[in-house]
Nanobody, 128 residues
Framework: EVQLVESGGGLVQAGGSLRLSCAAS????????IGWFRQAPRKEREGVSC????????YYADAVKGRFTVSSDNAKNTVYLQMNSPKPEDTAVYYC?????????????????????WGQGTQVTVSS
């Protein structure tokens, strides 16, 4: 059974740091690209970042570029989203999702792809 489980969310002060984890089971990261998405109250879901561990390519939305870093640990089958210098506008539920046989670098907007599997989300709240 394919499963994605996010963890690491919580309350963080603006300018601090937080690391989210996305633990994958039922598949290997090499076969999928993992995307991070977020949804704030009363707002549409937006793509944050993408990583394909098979080639190491990544993608970042402009809103997080230079502050967030996505990485993967294939031995642990886990993807991370390091959030540095978060801002109150980063407050949202963060989701990870997996899409089969995709390299992030193959698409101008890999966040617009139809992802196959989704996690349940983890809340991130950034206080000012």
């Amino acid at each position: 059974e394919v499963q994605l489980v996010e963890s690491g969310g919580g309350l963080v002060q603006a300018g601090g740091s937080l690391r989210l984890s996305c633990a994958a089971s039922g598949f290997t990261l090499d076969d999928y690209a993992i995307g991070w998405f977020r949804q704030a109250p009363r707002k549409e879901r937006e793509g944050v970042s993408c990583i394909s561990s098979s080639d190491g390519s990544t993608y970042y939305a402009d809103a997080v570029k230079g502050r967030f870093t996505v990485s993967s640990d294939n031995a642990k089958n886990t993807v991370y989203l390091q959030m540095n210098s978060p801002k109150p506008e980063d407050t949202a539920v963060y989701y990870c999702a997996a899409v089969f046989d995709v390299l992030c670098s193959d698409y101008v907007s890999p966040m617009r792809l139809e992802y196959d599997y989704w996690g349940q989300g983890t809340q991130v709240t950034v206080s000012s």
